[in-house]
């Protein structure tokens, strides 16, 4: 399952949000060396209670839009859990 997401970079907490079909990631890990997108996925994998092998960043990783694959789940079982 592929879904879009939104990265906020620098913000207080690490959290998702479901915003109507994609997922909004506020983190408070900085864009630089990879550590945005190293965090982005530890979150998914603790909210989704998935491993992170599972986890893919398909597109965007320099960008703060990303698609990301999601191996395992449905996009009712993905928004269920976020929400």
């Given at each position: 399952m592929r879904?879009?997401?939104r990265v906020i970079p620098r913000s207080s907490k690490n959290t998702l949000?479901?915003?109507e079909g994609s997922i909004r990631a506020r983190?408070?890990?900085a864009?630089?060396?990879g550590a945005a997108n190293a965090?982005?996925?530890e979150?998914?994998?603790k909210w989704l209670d998935l491993p992170r092998r599972n986890i893919e960043i398909v597109r965007g990783a320099t960008g703060r839009?990303?698609?990301i694959e999601i191996s395992g789940m449905t996009l009712e079982e993905i928004e269920?859990?976020?929400r």
């Open positions: 879904i879009s997401v949000e479901w915003d983190l408070t890990a864009p630089v060396d965090a982005l996925i979150l998914l994998s839009q990303k698609i269920q859990r976020i």
